[in-house]
């Protein structure tokens, strides 16, 4: 399971996923079909994602399963970026689909 940050047009998303990769064509598929073609992406380590989000990152991830691509675990921009710093972050991936 991965957690990613992706910065779209329309604001920050903070998702779960059961790929195993941000590279994944199924993954991106999914997030094409969402309307997300062209964003940022940083991945956030699942522990640091786990610890400051307590009992709703239990209540997502238990929702999640090998069968499931992706869940949101927040769309606040705002809470966000208060939560997680620059520096705790994976390095960025620019991703641009047709």
Do not use: C, W
Not at 5 to 30: A, F, Y
Not at 88 to 97: C, I, M, S
């Amino acid at each position: 399971m991965k957690s990613l940050l992706l910065l779209t047009s329309s604001g920050p998303l903070l998702i779960l996923t059961s790929h195993e990769s941000l590279h994944d064509q199924k993954l991106l598929e999914v997030l094409r079909h969402k309307g997300i073609g062209k964003f940022v992406a940083f991945e956030v380590p699942l522990a640091l994602a786990r610890t400051r989000y307590g009992g709703h990152f239990q209540a997502v991830e238990s929702n999640l399963r090998e069968t499931d691509d992706l869940r949101v675990l927040d769309f606040d921009g705002q809470r966000i970026f208060q939560l997680f710093r620059f520096d705790e972050l994976g390095a960025p991936n620019l991703k641009e689909q047709a």
